[in-house]
């Protein structure tokens, strides 16, 4: 996604109402993907991808492209993200159950198919919550590490580090699931 005349959400606020369907076709994926990745039902990932796109036009008038658009869009869905969860409470006797990460193969498992991601997969979810979000957005959203800091509220050096600790970190915990697997095959 780029800045500038070729932003989208600048398309649309100028009168090219294609530009925001052109937004949602191409962020549909990556933003429900984030949400499975941070362990939200399909449902529950589809409807906060609604909830970014809504919120992109409503604050449409006060968009300034002054950086990527994905990066904006994924600020805005971390933060809905982080609404939803501070909104999950304490289940007591009687309550419904909590909502738990759809075991179901998400999108990318159904494209790669492979050993290796699952593998990857059931390591990154042994990743603490705020370690799996900094892989999220630096790896797999492949945002510029800035964007991450502005994200994250870190300075660039720090997304740096922790990115670097994490991948080992991920691969520490890889090597095990893959001897494993080995082993059963």
């Not at 996604?1 to 606020?13: E, I, S």
């Not at 994250?152 to 991920?170: C, M, Q």
């Not at 691969?171 to 699931?177: G, I, V």
Request: net charge negative; with cysteine.
């Amino acid at each position: 996604m780029t800045q500038g005349p070729d932003d989208l959400l600048v398309r649309f606020r100028a009168g090219d109402p294609a530009a925001f369907d052109q937004l949602v076709q191409d962020m549909g994926p990556r933003l429900k993907g984030f949400f499975l990745r941070q362990g939200a039902q399909e449902a529950t990932a589809e409807d906060l991808s609604q909830h970014v796109y809504l919120r992109a036009f409503q604050s449409r008038e006060r968009y300034q492209p002054t950086g990527r658009l994905d990066a904006y869009l994924l600020r805005i869905a971390r933060n809905l993200w982080i609404d939803n969860r501070r909104r999950k409470r304490p289940v007591r006797f009687g309550d419904e159950p909590p909502e738990c990460p759809d075991p179901s193969p998400g999108p990318l498992d159904q494209v790669v198919g492979t050993d290796r991601a699952e593998l990857l997969r059931e390591g990154m979810e042994r990743l603490d919550e705020d370690t799996r979000e900094l892989l999220e957005l630096a790896v797999l959203q492949q945002l510029p590490y800035k964007d991450v800091g502005e994200l994250l509220g870190i300075p660039v050096g720090t997304v740096k580090s922790r990115v670097y600790y994490s991948l080992r970190k991920l691969r520490d915990l890889l090597t095990p699931l893959r001897d494993e697997a080995e082993l059963e095959s």
